[in-house]
């Protein structure tokens, strides 16, 4: 299988029989359609806007033209192709609006670490975490980044992922995230998957601003986001709002200044501790407030107040083996928009399923099925500003979907770590 790879400037075409052979599970099995017809639906789960809500349809057809939905109802118009889907639930692709793929290592060690009782934080502040994988990113080619992101998003389309936003991070310095944002774009543009671009330079500290943060701080303002900005890949600006790593204040300098550069504001709030992160959040307007197992009720009236997007991430409390989950239910009562996500990452989380992390939010968050479903679908597209296009089965928006192996939407969480999923359409495209 050919494929698109930029390295200093160059473009090449190169040959991987190792990416090709991955990668034949998700050709199409025939060539590429004009338009495509779905029937024998048995039941279609998904946001309607006209509504404002989710909504379930039984013994319905959907026509796809030229990868948009054009038509759902009873009967639809005829189609060059057809795919009878047996009676079976179908529901929108996934939407995951928050991962750090671009990273070269798992990082194995920790775990078993975490698994003798040092805590995240421990392991941290010995040199592990993030900083562990900065020295890999920071000495690999953009090649062999290429590779290993290619193959990641390969694995998230296989479990009905569609869509998906990828930070950087991991680089810390210039030329390591422009690297890393460089790198999500080429896969981007040779892979079935959409992905959306985050610059996260305020991830950590590096190592070499250890005894000086605010001079990082600096190099970022001064030197990063205009950098990334002449870039023109990232979206969006992220910061990890923690002690430890970025406080309030610099935080706040980092995200004003990103959104004077057009980069618009994200945030890691109260993760491990309280630091009036998410009141930050709403202060500057920022799209999500992440994690936010730790929030108080001053945090949660003012992102609710302000509109700002909960993006809950179970798989993380699940992976760090806390009992930790965020307050879904006072975060709902107060009227905050949920999203879902999975927070993939080699160190604090190594899950890219949605569906688990579906069934983590009903057992752990006590999330009821279908606000699950919304989370993981409209409300996660919402937060990346693209509830336009993705995120719901509706007329004029891209047709990605899950066909699935399954008749009632609760069997995605009832069947907790196994997806029987038939197949995935993106684009108006059988991916598998």
Known sequence: MGYRYSDDGIIVVRLSIEIYAESLLFLQLNLIMSSLQLTNIGQLVSYNSKISGMETLEKIQIAIDDGIITEIGNKVNDADRHIDCKGKLITPGFVDSHTHPVFLNGREDEFAMRLKGTTYKEIATKGGGIINSVNDVRN????????????????????????????SGYGLNTESEIKSLKVIDEVNNSHKIDMVATFMGAHAIPVEFIDDPDEYVKLICDEMLPAVARQGIAKFNDVF?????????????????GANKGLVPRLHAEEFENSGS???????????????????????????????????????????????????????????????????????????????????????????????????????????????????????????????????????????????????????????
């Open 140 to 167: 690999a080619s953009q090649r062999e980044l290429f590779d290993r992101v290619f193959s990641r998003m390969n694995r998230f389309l296989s479990v009905g992922t569609t869509t998906i936003e990828c930070k």
């Open 241 to 257: 709002c923690e002690n430890g790593y970025f406080n309030i204040e610099q935080a706040r300098m980092i995200l004003s200044e």
């Open 278 to 432: 998410a009141e930050l959040a709403a202060e500057l307007g920022a799209v999500s407030a992440d994690h936010l197992m730790n929030v108080n009720d001053v945090g949660i009236e003012a992102i609710s107040a302000a509109g700002v997007i909960a993006t809950l991430l179970p798989g993380t409390t699940f992976f760090l083996g806390s009992s930790n989950y965020a307050p879904y239910k006072r975060l709902e009562n107060a009227g905050v928009n949920i999203a879902l996500a999975t927070d993939y990452n080699p160190g604090s989380c190594y899950i890219h399923s949605m569906p688990f992390i579906i069934a983590l939010a009903c057992i752990f968050m006590k999330m009821d099925v279908m606000s699950a479903l919304k989370a993981a679908t409209f409300m996660s597209a919402k937060s990346l500003q693209l509830e336009d296009k993705i995120g719901s089965i509706e007329v004029g928006k891209q047709a990605d979907m899950v066909i699935w192996d399954l008749e009632r939407i609760v069997q995605i969480p009832y069947n907790v770590s196994n997806h029987p999923i038939r197949n995935v359409i993106k684009s108006g495209e059988l991916i598998f």
